[in-house]
């Protein structure tokens, strides 16, 4: 997502920072005297007490979800499934997070699920509903707690400052869905704040056209959207601050119809075909596509799940793919 040093030069940046992105200079309770009951620095609408207690009980129920993993991999597949879809709706919930959920029905099979990127809060997100292999950087493997969860839950990191290890992990993720699992990416790269967006970098794509499955875009957007911003050089402490401190944070979770990866010439045109899905603005549909795909036993840790046997070898075009 973010970081604080200089990055390689073919690595996509954001021109968004916590300054620009993450201040509200005009909401009450934002000023030199907040108000009562209100403490200064804290951003609109927001108490202390409420606050502390977000966070509180956001941080308990992470820490919670690291406690049960262990007992959580003796179970069933689908009843694992379900336990992830609740334990990350309850954590973003517990954040103080109100989320709606909409679009497409949520499709069976083999997915590329790829979305825009605002925040640390957009992996709970996609969990919830789409519980998948994740594709992270390297660095949130030794993230306190987080990068424990990460490793656990079957993340797929990747050494963004290696672009020749990109086609190994472009392999790895063509495996997965060749299994018959799903696989979320962020293909802007890096977080974005929300009001603007980064191109999709065409590079994931390639898995989807090797193990020949569809593509599920997904947009997210949170009103309002500088209080989830976690941008630049932002520190995750600042974050979370930021989301226990603003009252009605809202969440939007919105799925496109799928992609099928065969009406695409190449990984090119596939990653722009999703991106003009994920930019589209339309009325926020009522209907919410909570239904659990039971079967997909793929999209769960390899430490926990033995997975299906690949119907397809992946292509060996993904050796060739440099961006």
Known sequence: MNGTTALPPWLPTAPCTPGRCTAHPDGPGSGPDPGPGRAPGLRPDAGLPRAVARLTAGTGAVLLGLLLAPAAALLPPAARLALVRLWTRTVVRAFGVRVRYGGSPVATGPLLVVANHVSWLDVPLLAAVLPARMVAKAEVRHWPVLGVLAALGGTLFIDRDRIRALPGTVRAMA?????????????????WCGRERGR?????????????????????????????????DDPLGASLWRVVTTRRLTAEVRLADPLPSGRHPDRRALAAAAQRAVA???????????????????????????????????????SRTPS
């Open 175 to 191: 495996g997965v869905l060749a299994g018959g699992g799903r696989v979320a990416v962020f293909p802007e790269g890096s977080t």
């Open 200 to 232: 999709f970098r065409p590079a994931a794509f390639q898995a989807a056209l090797d193990a020949d499955c569809a593509v599920q875009p997904v947009r997210i957007d949170y009103r309002p959207a500088d209080a989830a911003a976690y941008v630049g």
């Open 280 to 318: 589209r603005r339309t009325a926020f549909p009522r209907t919410v596509p909570q239904r659990a795909v039971a079967s997909d036993s793929a999209n769960l840790s390899p430490l926990s799940v033995h997975q299906r046997a690949r119907p397809r070898p992946a292509a060996a075009s993904s």
